[in-house]
């Protein structure tokens, strides 16, 4: 990572992000730039000239930011557009002091390229054949250390979040607040950085809309985590996981406890068969004991995870004789952040959510 100072103006911003291209480019490629390049009433901060090693070339427009949070790519998505239909770019992109992983992740999506002066970069141009990308700083350098950063961790976001995604995208905040039972001062911070973050929006005095719900739940499973917020132990289940389920089944009212990961996901999204329980309880212990698993040091088949947060045993599901699953968006985050192919899973789960709305959204 190039050494950075702790602030930039913005012609020695325009020189970092200039400069981190520049020397990422390939052998028999070159770089050419334009600063405060005017077309019709618009501004472009900087015009890239790209030239490959046979002679052809490519517009790159540049719009430089000293900070770009989530909710402002739109506007500058527009702003590159319309900049780049008039002085025929090729390609677009934000140049800014730091971009953090979920604004990379947006710009990606935008198809619009990026680099910063820490180093991340990535670029890629359809004619001339080019892609270029490298990794700098996932924290902002600029950031003091008393100075708090917006997150989705601890108990209040995780209710916040569990209640818009589980209920409704659209809420009178009042309301939000009542059936989350977070706060008024913690629900206004986790909502002031979903919409910092793009995931939230204000169409009206005291309302709150959250237009993709899918990416707050990816947006949470940065911040939260099956392993990272739970007390694990591991067991065996010696006559195998069918007869786990059906045991839990028959549970006493007190035993509090619910199935997530693959096993719960099964029940809404069919992907493949378990080959491990992961199961949130209170008192592991005491469920190990009612539902007669060995302790392993190897060769685990069940997950006992004692939480950290009340969350997982808010708004689960029981069919009839079946076993307490965790709810849809809660199955999803665990499976975002557990290993192997549970990702892929949660993906899985996503896709079905996502047409099937109805199905598993509730009331307050």
Not at 156 to 185: F, K, M, N, Y
Not at 293 to 313: I, K, Q, S, T
Not at 334 to 350: I, K, N, V, Y
Request: glycine share 8%; aromatic share 6%; with cysteine.
């Amino acid at each position: 990572m190039v050494g950075v100072k702790k602030s930039l103006n913005e012609a020695e911003l325009a020189r970092q992000v200039v400069g981190q291209l520049r020397d990422r480019l390939p052998a028999g490629w070159s770089l050419a730039e334009d600063r405060e390049v005017r077309a019709a009433d618009l501004l472009a901060d900087l015009v890239l000239t790209l030239t490959g090693p046979d002679g052809s070339k490519a517009r790159v427009v540049v719009e430089l930011k000293q900070a770009l949070e989530g909710r402002d790519i739109d506007a500058v998505a527009a702003q590159l557009t319309a900049i780049s239909a008039l002085v025929n770019g090729e390609g677009q992109m934000v140049g800014a002091r730091y971009l953090s992983p979920q604004t990379r992740a947006k710009l990606t999506d935008r198809s619009i390229a990026y680099v910063d002066a820490t180093g991340n970069l990535r670029l890629q141009l359809d004619q001339p054949a080019l892609f270029v990308a490298d990794r700098g700083a996932d924290a902002d350098p600029w950031r003091g250390p008393g100075r708090a950063r917006g997150t989705l961790k601890g108990a209040p976001a995780a209710d916040l979040v569990r209640a818009i995604v589980d209920i409704r995208s659209q809420w009178r905040v009042a309301e939000l607040l009542r059936v989350s039972g977070v706060s008024t001062g913690a629900a206004y911070r986790v909502l002031d950085f979903l919409e910092s973050e793009g995931l939230a929006q204000r169409p009206s005095r005291g309302v709150i809309a959250i237009p993709d719900w899918a990416a707050v739940l990816r947006r949470w499973s940065e911040d939260y985590g099956f392993v990272s917020h739970s007390r694990l132990t591991r067991w065996i289940a010696p006559r195998g996981l069918d007869d786990l389920a059906q045991g839990a089944a028959r549970s006493p009212a007190d035993l509090d406890y619910c199935f997530t990961g693959t096993i719960a996901a099964s029940e809404w999204a069919q992907y493949a068969p378990a080959r491990a329980a992961m199961i949130y309880t209170k008192d592991a212990p005491a469920a190990a004991e009612r539902w007669g698993l060995r302790p392993a040091d190897a060769g685990a088949n069940v997950l006992l995870a004692e939480p950290d947060l009340e969350v997982p045993f808010v708004r689960t599901v029981q069919r009839e004789d079946g076993p307490i699953l965790a709810a849809p968006a809660q199955v999803v985050v665990d499976l975002l952040t557990g290993p192997g192919r549970s990702p892929s899973e949660a993906e899985e789960l996503l896709t079905w959510m996502q047409a099937n709305e109805s199905t598993w959204r509730g009331q307050p």
